[in-house]
C-alpha cells in the first residue's frame, strides 16, 4: 500500500494517472478515498494526475487519538502534496475535505489553480441536522445515509461491523468530533481574496445549500452548481459529478 | 509467450484478497471462480481500493486493473465475482 510515514504516523495514498496534479480529499466517517478512486480519480487520470488520500483516522491512514483541526489536516495535505510533487495544484474536496481545500486555497493560493467544492459545510456546525447526526449511535448513523450507502452495509454483515467499529472509533476515542465542532467560520472579507476559479457544487437535497450560496456570493470568482441528490454525492452521482469536475478543471 | 494459466492466476488473485482482508476467517475460507467480493466476502470500498493496487503492483500496466473497474458502476464493482477478475487478468495477458 503506497503511503507516507510521518511522526510514527501513516498516510495511505495513490496516484492515477500522469500531468499536472489534482488532489482530491474526501469527507468525514463515512469516506475514504475509495469515495473519489473508482469514479473520479480514474476519469481526471487520463488527462492529469490525479491524487486520494485517506484523511487521517479514515481508511488505512493511521488514526490518532487527537489533532482534527483544519490545521492538522493542512500538515497532512502538505506531506501528501510534497510526496507527490505537486506545488501548484487543482484541489478538490468533499464535505470536510472541501473545508480543507478551502482552507489550502486561502492560505496559499499561488499553489492552487482551481478549486472545487462539493458539499461543503462552512463552518462545519452550520450543516442541518449536524448536531442530531453527531449524537446518534453509530447503529442510528447507519440507517440514517442515504439508500445507496447503506446497501453498501447490509445489516448484521461485515461491512456494517467494520462500519461500527470505525465510526465507534472515531467518535468515541478520537476529537474528531470536538475539533469539528470548534472550527470557525471564515469572515467573508477573507474569503473574498480568494481570486482562484472556484466551482461550488451542492444536491438539491443538500444540508449545507446555504453555505454554497454564500460562497458563490462573496468569492470572486466562483460557481454554483446544484445537482440531483444530497450530501452524499460522490456516493449518490458519481458519473455526473465526476464529469461536471472533469470539465471545469479542464475548460 | 505461453498461455496464461487461469489456475495460477486463480491462486494468485485469492491470495492477494486474503493479504488485503488480514483476518483470520479470510485464511479458511475457500476463494473460487464464483466467490463474490460483496456477497460472499463482503469486501468494503476501501478494501477494494487496497486490492486495486495490490492488482497494479503484481500486473502493473498490461492488465490496468483501475482503469477497467473506474469503467463501471461502483455496484457493479462490487458486484464482480473473483471470476471476472480472473477473466480479465488472462484477457490481457493473452
Redesign the interface.
Given at each position: 500500500m503506497p503511503e507516507l510515514s510521518r511522526d510514527g504516523r501513516t498516510l495511505h495514498v495513490q496516484a492515477q494517472g500522469s500531468g499536472d496534479p489534482v488532489l482530491l480529499l474526501h469527507g468525514y466517517l463515512v469516506g475514504s478515498m475509495a469515495t473519489w478512486y473508482f469514479t473520479a480519480a480514474p476519469l481526471l487520470a487520463r488527462t492529469r494526475r490525479a491524487i486520494t488520500y485517506d484523511l487521517r483516522g479514515h481508511g488505512r491512514s493511521s488514526r490518532p487519538a487527537l489533532h482534527y483541526r483544519v490545521a492538522d489536516h493542512l500538515e497532512d495535505l502538505h506531506a501528501v502534496r510534497e510526496w507527490a510533487e505537486a506545488e501548484t495544484a487543482d484541489l478538490v474536496g468533499h464535505s470536510f475535505g472541501g473545508l480543507i481545500a478551502l482552507h489550502e486555497a486561502l492560505e496559499r493560493p499561488a499553489s492552487v489553480r482551481r478549486l472545487v467544492l462539493v458539499e461543503t459545510p462552512l463552518p462545519p456546525t452550520s450543516m442541518t441536522g449536524i448536531d442530531e447526526f453527531l449524537s446518534l449511535s453509530p447503529q442510528e448513523m447507519l440507517q440514517s445515509l442515504p439508500g445507496a450507502l447503506e446497501a453498501e452495509v447490509r445489516a448484521g454483515g461485515r461491512r456494517a461491523k467494520r462500519f461500527y467499529e470505525s465510526i465507534t472509533r472515531l467518535v468515541g476515542h478520537t476529537s474528531l468530533i470536538d475539533d469539528l465542532r470548534a472550527e470557525t467560520d471564515v469572515p467573508d472579507e477573507r474569503l473574498a481574496s480568494l481570486s482562484l476559479p472556484t466551482l461550488l457544487i451542492y444536491a438539491h437535497e443538500s444540508p449545507c445549500l446555504s453555505t454554497g450560496e454564500r460562497l458563490a456570493e462573496v468569492l470572486p470568482d466562483a460557481r454554483l452548481l446544484t445537482l440531483e441528490g444530497g450530501h452524499y454525492l460522490p456516493v449518490e452521482s458519481p458519473v455526473e459529478l465526476a464529469r461536471t469536475i472533469a470539465d471545469f478543471l479542464d475548460g | 509467450m505461453t498461455e496464461p494459466n487461469r489456475a495460477e492466476i486463480l491462486e494468485t488473485v485469492a491470495a492477494l484478497i486474503r493479504e488485503v482482508v488480514g483476518e483470520e476467517w479470510a485464511e479458511e475460507v475457500a476463494i473460487g471462480l464464483s466467490t463474490s467480493f460483496s456477497a460472499d466476502l463482503?469486501?468494503?470500498?476501501?478494501e477494494?481500493?487496497?486490492l486495486?493496487?495490490k492488482m497494479q503492483d503484481r500486473y502493473g500496466e498490461q492488465v490496468d486493473f483501475?482503469?477497467w473497474?473506474?469503467e463501471?458502476?461502483?455496484?457493479r464493482?462490487?458486484g464482480l465475482t473473483v471470476g471476472e477478475v480472473v477473466d480479465r487478468v488472462v484477457q490481457c495477458l493473452s
Open positions: - | 463482503e469486501l468494503e470500498s476501501i477494494f481500493v487496497a486495486a493496487e483501475v482503469a473497474l473506474s463501471m458502476e461502483l455496484d464493482i462490487i
